[in-house]
């Protein structure tokens, strides 16, 4: 029987607010692509199982919940968290967060030589091996240092685009996977505020119309990372603008098997 691999959706709004939580995907259940509020929805059965986290960029909604993920699951594990991202990244929670100010720094805690996460430092062009599923860093257009990630599996590959506006770099190496099954990529405002969205590098209909235009393979494409309350005026906007694909708005809760 050929492996399939399971992404659940744990968070995908790009804010909170009437049960909506931020990004968190959780990959069968031992990894996670970003620790947003997602991550409370697990039960701590759940939480002690994860013992790898990627990260796409250091923004709050992206990393909020992983000091709180250490904090309740660290001594009841026998093996550290491992969070692998971008090396820009590690720097980011190295000095901000994981500080001994704003958090205390997990590295050392209880000690160096056995603590409760461990960072490993993922080069662009890098691909890391996680039982059979391999992660791939993708190029990423956004205001902080940032990637997508390719999940590779027996069945074929996922891509999420994490934060990004327009990236030809990100499209030229999607454009390069013939196995690609799934494409789940932000769209986070309306085109009445692309002037927001040019600003925060965010995607915007008519930037993701673009973007697929430039698509030479045809994946299921999941929209993901629409801010509360416009996601219904954006999907409409979306359909409009690419009426030649079918675009679905990823829903919390919701799993994917490939
Ligand atoms: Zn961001
Ligand atoms: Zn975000």
Known sequence: MERTTRLTVLGCSGGIGSGRHTTCLMIDDD??????????TLDFGQLLKIDHVF????HLDHVLGLPLLLDSVGDQRTAPVTVHALPEVLDVLSAHLFNWKLWPDFR???DKGAPWLRFEALA??????????????LPAHHVVPACGYRIAASGGSLVFSGDTTHCPAFVE???AMADLRHLVIETSFENALSDIARASRHHWPESLAAELDALKIAPQVWITHLKPGNEAAIMHELRAAVPGRELEALIQGQTIVW
């Open 108 to 110: 050392e805690i209880p």
């Open 173 to 175: 190496t999607v454009n």
């Open 31 to 40: 990894v996670l692509i970003d620790v947003g509020t997602g991550v409370t």
């Open 124 to 137: 662009r062009g890098e691909t890391r091996t996680i039982g059979a599923r391999r992660f791939q860093p």
């Open 55 to 58: 990260l796409t960029h250091a």
